[in-house]
């Protein structure tokens, strides 16, 4: 079983719409969690960085994290045609130097 | 700017050469890492070092080695014992806590 659980898609929503993206996690220790836009050919960009349980918002964007149930979430309101993107979930426990991702989700937002 | 520097963009390479990806960091990280992304698969670690003159090998280190003879760089090569080594390579640094890290633009290698 990988530590990180994420869901490949790829996810269709029409513009406008809301969108839950998930992970799960195995490892009880991870207490650093961050959320990652890649698009096509392009590195990697961090949209969200969360410390333990609990909600952070940024925009449009807002990160959610339960630890009692290993699970993190990413919701974006408003949806827009570029947020079509890869996003991965990222996260490491507070010793190690290794950061663990999940496989991404493919997100597509129709105009 | 600040930022984190892969080069070239784009690399292409005969069977049974040792290639040579750059990553250039000035955000005064301690931490380094090099990725590697196949289509549809999220990324996989190969090599991380925390501080100047040490490394660690990450999951797939097989066929790859590096250094880390500057704050600033961290290069990777990928040599002839790597049997797959068409990819999508990326480059990351973190601060010395290592909270998040933040990418380079990575360097698509194909082997021919």
């Known amino acids: 079983q990988k530590e990180v659980e994420q869901d490949p898609g790829p996810l269709s929503v029409p513009e406008g719409a809301i969108v839950s993206l998930n992970c799960t996690y195995s490892n009880s220790a991870f207490q650093y969690f961050m959320w990652y836009r890649q698009y096509s050919r392009k590195g990697p960009e961090l949209l969200m960085y969360t410390y333990s349980s609990g909600n952070k918002e940024d925009g449009r964007f807002t990160a959610q994290v339960d630890k009692s149930s290993k699970y993190i979430s990413l919701f974006i309101r408003d949806s827009q045609p570029s947020d079509s993107a890869t996003y991965l979930c990222?996260?490491?426990?507070?010793?190690?130097?290794?950061?663990?991702f999940g496989s991404g989700t493919r997100l597509s937002i129709r105009p | 700017d600040g930022g984190i520097t892969q080069s070239p963009k784009y690399l292409f390479r005969k069977e049974g050469q040792n290639v040579t990806l750059s990553c250039e960091q000035n955000?005064?990280?301690?931490?380094m890492y090099w990725y590697r992304q196949d289509p549809g698969q999220g990324l996989r670690l190969i090599y991380y070092s925390q501080i100047v003159n040490d490394f660690q090998k990450g999951d797939i280190a097989e066929g790859y080695s590096v250094s880390r003879e500057k704050k600033e760089s961290f290069p990777l090569t990928v040599t002839s014992a790597q049997k797959n080594p068409t990819a999508f390579y990326l480059c990351?640094?973190?601060?010395?806590?290592?909270?998040?890290?933040?990418f380079g633009q990575g360097t698509r290698l194909t082997v021919v």
């Open positions: 955000l005064n990280h301690d931490a």
């Open positions: 990351a640094s973190s601060s010395w806590d290592i909270t998040e890290a933040f």
């Open positions: 990222a996260m490491r426990d507070s010793s190690a130097s290794k950061i663990i």
